[in-house]
């Protein structure tokens, strides 16, 4: 079962968005739950999707972190 949790929209289109979901059971009966992170440039069909266990969550919101700041001190 898939639960929306959040759309933002996607910069640099018009109507693209990016889709973050939890997902349980994503690869059968008793496997743990992950998030879901789509993106659709038109708003409606998703062209790309990572999955991400919530065991790495926290070290992948880290270097997404990291890398924001790098590029926000590059662009300084």
Known sequence: ??????????????????????????????????VSIGISLNGKDIE??????YENLDDVIAVLQEASAAKKAEEE
Do not use: R
């Not at 640099?12 to 939890?22: D, L, Y």
């Not at 790309?48 to 266990?53: M, Q, T």
């Open 1 to 34: 079962m898939t639960t929306e949790l959040k759309k933002l929209p996607l910069a640099g289109t018009k109507k693209g968005i990016i889709s973050i979901s939890n997902v349980s059971e994503p690869y059968g009966k008793g496997t743990p739950d992950i």
């Open 48 to 53: 790309w999707k990572s999955h991400i266990p």
